[in-house]
């Protein structure tokens, strides 16, 4: 099981406090039709229909599969936090295109072509965070779910708590935002 949250905000107590996870990039849209296509023949003995395949910036959950559209969404947000799960979802997607829920027909495919099988819902990043903390030195800035009692900037104090770098509540949210 891979580690679903970054940086659990107890362990950030004295001690510093991680930099916020940077831009990474993503496969390009081009190369998930290509791997579409290579799972298709691979797993599917070419049986899926050809599907419109996007990024969306707005989804909370990882991805999904919209029937109506014929379309795959692969949310950005949920892959900048964990980009080795691409193709994981991908494959998720696929089994969508014929199966539009998670029953035992679904469970079998994801299993036979490994890809995972999410009981419930598709993983998302429900916790939006409520806090947003800033390094007084370097500005950079630390949203974070709960609030924070004794943390520093990770870039300017490295592995132990430093007072100098003590991080600064910048913003507040009475509710979860959604950005
Ligand atoms: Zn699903
Ligand atoms: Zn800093």
Known sequence: MRQKSPS????????GVEPPPQRVELPSVDELY??????????????LPPVKISYS???????GYYPTQREIRISTR???HFPDEVYDTLKHEMIHVTNFRHDA?????????????????????HKQPRFVYVCPRCFT????????????CGRCSGKK?????KL???QSFKKPVEP
């Open 8 to 15: 659990p905000a107890n362990l950030e107590l004295f001690t």
């Open 34 to 47: 290509r791997m579409y296509g290579i799972y298709n023949r691979e797993y599917f003995d070419n049986r």
């Open 57 to 63: 910036r707005r989804m909370m959950a990882a991805g």
């Open 78 to 80: 949920y892959h900048h």
């Open 105 to 125: 027909a679904f469970k079998c495919t994801a299993r036979r072509i490994g890809a995972s099988v999410r009981a419930n819902d598709h993983p998302s990043l």
């Open 141 to 152: 800035e630390y949203p974070r779910v709960k609030r924070l009692r004794m943390a520093s």
């Open 161 to 165: 708590f430093d007072e100098r770098f």
């Open 168 to 170: 600064v509540l910048k």
